[in-house]
Structure formats: C-alpha cells, structure tokens
C-alpha cells in the first residue's frame, strides 16, 4: 500500500513554480537576454551623467573659465572683422 502524501498544495505550487521560473531564466540566459539590468544600468547611467553635468556647470560658471571664453570669443570675432 503506498503512504499519503504529506506534501501540501502550497508546497507543491511552490515546487512548480520554482521549477517553471529556473526553466525560464535558464532559457533567458541561454538566449543572451539580460531581464532586469536594464533598468539599473540605466539608473547609473544617468546619475553619472546628473554628476558629470553639476562639475561642467561648476567649471564653466567660475571665474577664471567665463574670462578665458569671453578672451577666446572676443579674439574670434576681433580676428574676423
């Protein structure tokens, strides 16, 4: 006579479902699907970017850069006239 089984339901959806999820991402990474690293490969992408563009503002804004362009500018347009 074979014994009942003392697995319940839940357990065995969790079963299924864990191997139904392995079977996919075993297939996603057979396929050269990166699911999910999009989103934080972007999310560092453009906090680098906000981080690049706060020091080319702070640059360009001091004192000494905005004389050497106002110097290049004026040496432009004094050399073409």
């Known amino acids: 006579m074979r014994k009942p089984s003392t697995v319940t339901p839940v357990v065995r959806l969790r079963r299924a479902l864990s191997t139904w999820w392995t079977g996919r991402t075993a297939a996603a990474a057979r396929l050269g699907l990166d699911r999910g690293m ?31 362009l106002t110097t290049l ?6 050399t073409a006239g």
């Open 73 to 78: 500018v004026n040496r432009a347009l004094n």
């Open 38 to 68: 999009s989103t934080a490969e972007y999310a560092v992408g453009t906090i680098a970017a906000c981080g690049f563009a706060a020091l080319l503002f702070k640059v360009v804004t001091s004192t000494e850069v905005q004389e050497m």
